[in-house]
């Protein structure tokens, strides 16, 4: 009925029928009447803008190398066209909401490219780039810096630093920053992805199954990137910054131990227990760099952090930690309008004892469960007072072929972008 028709319905089928006119009529271009649809539970403009979004959405190609079809398949339909019909009353309405639509498909589907990126193609310098892509698209809204090696070492990000020993490639630190014209606020959100370019696991080296989709390890950065692509259409009233500490996680000798103690930039200091909790180093540096250079007073970090989280709440669920319940309220709201599925954790203060060294002031490789021990890990680098959400994305930020669903295909799914905006 249409009275009980939700925001969540409607997106689930427009993936069916976008998909399905795609791939089974092969069709190009697609009418759609928005005549009479300002129903009770979201208005025309709503109604348009998801229309938009998921068109967009479920034309996605991922950025592949094929250099042709599948034996006797058919070439891809791509949808060329999208016509919306609406009132006169409400056409001003669909305009709006249709254009946003397109601006959210399509800072998703960017995200979306620079996971599915060969991991020797996007490095952290590559990375860096796509960030700087994006603040030149902003007409000067939106500024970006890329911080070298010599710059991360004078700063001191120890976890940057350590991760980054046994590449060959050079780490980047990457900050996109946007001010409302009337200049810097006191309210600053940062948005910090997790940018760990390929992740082997270091010294203690995953198994093939584990490694084989580890150019998503860097699917937080792409999304945090991707969402400040958003801005120029937002013009959001608070500053906003994101931040990627940005390298790949490779073997060599020069690769850091275990045992080793690291400094981060806090002044902290971590045992390495695995090398494979590497994510949290890193992660470590641009926390604090978020809180003391750009005096965040709100932080929303995505990372692909633990295998964990998928245990518990399998593929189509991200894990969400918080320390603020108000903030951790405003967020999974906004997930919920986004249509992403979130689903806040517990944080029961007895497993913070599981980061506890005898060597440090903390260990990388704390016990119990996976996914909360890590966002303790993470809470231990969050000042009192600034309200923070971490967003455990390690199994909605990438589709195997036996997982992917609807609009989200092989590949990467652009999980947050639309959450974060």
């Known amino acids: ?32 009447p928005l005549i009479d649809v300002d129903l009770k539970s979201f208005c025309v403009e709503q109604f348009a803008q998801v229309v938009a979004e998921y068109c967009v959405l479920a034309d996605y190609e991922p950025n592949h190398s094929k250099t042709g079809p599948w034996l006797d398949e058919a070439e891809q339909t791509h949808l060329k066209s999208l016509t919306l019909i609406a009132g006169r009353n409400s056409l001003k309405a669909a305009k709006r909401g249709a254009a946003f639509g397109v601006n959210l498909g399509e800072a ?43 710059d991360i070492r004078r700063m001191k990000m120890g976890g940057l630093l350590a991760v980054n020993k046994g590449s060959k490639e050079m780490p980047s630190f990457i900050e996109l920053s946007y001010d409302p014209a009337s200049g810097a606020t006191q309210e600053c959100l940062a948005l910090v992805g997790k940018g760990v370019t390929f992740d082997t696991g270091g010294l203690n080296i995953k198994d093939y199954t584990s490694m084989k989709d580890m150019k998503m390890d860097m699917a937080g950065a792409a999304s945090v990137i991707a969402a400040m692509s958003l801005i120029s259409a937002i013009k959001p009233r608070i500053s906003v910054r994101a931040l990627v500490a940005a390298t790949d996680n490779q073997i060599s000798a020069e690769a850091f131990l275990q045992g080793d103690i690291i400094s981060t930039m806090s002044g902290k200091t971590v045992e390495v227990g695995h090398t494979d909790a590497e994510g949290r180093l890193t992660l470590a540096d641009a926390l604090h760099y978020a809180q003391e250079q750009c005096e965040a007073t709100m932080i929303v970090d995505l990372a692909t952090l633990t295998g964990a989280v998928e245990e518990a709440l399998g593929s189509y669920v ?11 309220r405003k967020v999974l709201k906004a997930a919920r309008l986004a249509g992403e599925t979130m689903h806040e954790l517990p944080m029961p203060a007895i497993y913070r004892e599981e980061n506890k060294s005898p060597m440090a002031d903390l260990t990388n490789d704390g016990s119990g469960p996976g996914a909360i021990t890590a966002a303790w890990f993470l809470r231990e680098f969050v000042n009192e007072g600034v309200e923070w959400i971490h967003a455990d994305i390690g199994g909605t930020a990438f589709r195997t072929n036996a997982n992917a669903h609807g609009i989200e295909p092989a590949g990467g799914t652009g999980v947050g972008v639309r959450v974060d905006r």
């Open 318 to 328: 991200t894990g969400v930690f918080g320390n603020q319940e108000r903030f951790t």
């Open 108 to 150: 998703t589907c960017l995200a979306r490219n620079l996971v599915n990126e060969p991991p020797s193609k996007m490095t952290a310098r590559r990375l860096a780039k796509a960030a700087s892509e994006v603040a030149s698209n902003s007409e000067g809204i939106i500024t970006c810096r890329v911080y070298g090696k010599q």
């Open 1 to 32: 009925q249409r009275s009980r028709l939700t925001a969540d319905g409607l997106r689930e089928v427009l993936a069916e029928a976008f998909t399905a006119a795609r791939d089974t009529v092969h069709a190009e271009h697609l009418i759609f």
